[in-house]
Nanobody
Framework: QVQLVESGGGLVQAGGSLRLSCAAS????????GGWFRQAPGKEREFVAA????????SYADSVKGRFTIARDNARNTVFLQMNSLKPEDTAVYYC??????????????????WGQGTQVTVSS
């Protein structure tokens, strides 16, 4: 079983950047596909980005395409989310997720078995 801990959230002005990290422990993260989701107050948790176990499939929500980049470093057991050109509507708690499924990238919360505790991202206008 893998444990996930997010970091890197904070307060940033619109147009700024943040890089979120998700550190995995317990099992090597190379055994998992990784995803990022977010949840704003009063809204459901929504998909942001995902990356396959073999690093050959990546998916983004339309709302973040061209601004966010997901990447993984298996040697460091970490998955990253680089967020550029941030907008106030990106404000949310961001969650890292993992699934052992192979060769496929899930975009639904039910696709993932393991979750971190979340990190707050606040974008001011």
């Amino acid at each position: 079983q893998v444990q996930l801990v997010e970091s890197g959230g904070g307060l940033v002005q619109a147009g700024g950047s943040l890089r979120l990290s998700c550190a995995a422990s317990g099992r090597a993260f190379s055994n998992y596909a990784g995803g990022w989701f977010r949840q704003a107050p009063g809204k459901e948790r929504e998909f942001v980005a995902a990356i396959s176990r073999s690093n050959d499939r990546i998916s983004y929500a339309d709302s973040v395409k061209g601004r966010f980049t997901i990447a993984r470093d298996n040697a460091r057991n970490t998955v990253f989310l680089q967020m550029n050109s941030l907008k106030p509507e990106d404000t949310a708690v961001y969650y890292c997720a993992a699934t052992p499924r192979f060769g496929w990238v899930g975009t639904q919360t039910t696709d993932y078995a393991y979750w971190g505790q979340g990190t707050q991202v606040t974008v001011s206008s």
